[in-house]
């Protein structure tokens, strides 16, 4: 089945930490994949998304992903987490034809001071 | 602010009633999507309009249901409510018909409350 998979429902890194949040999906296409981040009470805001131009993404807010076809990965990393960074991160995926976008469970992000 | 509006914010019913969110997407969006977030479900998709038609439907029950009006707002209606469809919904929009390029912006959702 078509999926999205994220590793880890809460992350807690130091503040100036490296952040890294895990995605991997399930398709039989080259899907195309995104990173949403939901701040508290608030809706979701797109990050990056990878459409197949090129394999390392740049994002908002200094955020990053690379597309491993070998590992069918998309994880996000930021080299210094900040205290702004606190909030719930999605990785989604559009695996076919048609808008549907397909969300993983989600990933909590804790900065500690 | 990503330009899509929702209205309410908040919205607390009772059981057996029947309510309606409201969705205005960003200006030049023809699609429409619908998500609905709830803690044991996650984030799930339930139906996309374009330019007024339906175009794709997920996990939508058949006591839920929704259109997309002539001015392109969408509306979307939860009746014979149940504990269980209390969740964050949320609506997004896009430029084209929801091919797979095509970005979804997110409005700030409306917090279903079914008591």
């Known amino acids: 089945a078509q999926s999205v998979t994220q590793l880890g429902s809460h992350v807690s890194v130091s503040e100036g930490a490296l952040v890294l949040l895990r995605c991997n999906y399930s398709?039989?296409?080259?899907?195309?994949l995104f990173w949403y981040v939901q701040y508290p009470n608030q809706g979701l805001q797109l990050l990056l998304k990878?459409?197949?131009?090129?394999?390392l993404v740049k994002g908002i807010n200094g955020f990053e992903a690379e597309f491993k076809k070998s590992e069918t990965s998309f994880h996000l990393t930021k080299p210094s987490a900040h205290m702004s960074d606190a909030a719930e991160y999605f990785c989604?995926?559009?695996?076919?034809?048609?808008?549907?976008?397909?969300f993983g469970q989600g990933t909590e992000l804790s900065v500690k001071p | 602010d990503s330009g899509v509006t929702q209205t309410p914010k908040h919205l607390i019913t009772a059981t057996g009633q029947r309510v309606t969110l409201r969705c205005s997407p960003r200006?030049?969006?023809?699609?429409v999507y619908w998500y609905q977030q709830s803690l044991d479900q996650g984030l799930q998709f339930l139906i996309q309009?374009?330019?007024?038609?339906?175009?794709a439907k997920g996990n939508i029950l058949e006591r839920f249901s929704a259109q997309q009006f002539p001015d392109l707002h969408s509306e979307l209606n939860l009746s014979s409510l149940e504990l269980g469809d209390s969740a964050l919904y949320f609506c997004?929009?896009?430029?084209?018909?929801?091919?797979?390029?095509?970005?979804?912006?997110f409005g700030p959702g409306t917090r279903l409350t079914v008591l």
């Open positions: 989604a995926a559009i695996l076919n034809q048609g808008g549907k976008l397909i």
């Open positions: 309009y374009y330019n007024g038609e339906e175009r």
């Open positions: 398709s039989s296409v080259p899907p195309y």
């Open positions: 990878y459409t197949s131009a090129a394999t």
């Open positions: 997004a929009s896009s430029v084209g018909a929801g091919t797979r390029s095509d970005t979804q912006y």
């Open positions: 200006s030049g969006d023809l699609s």
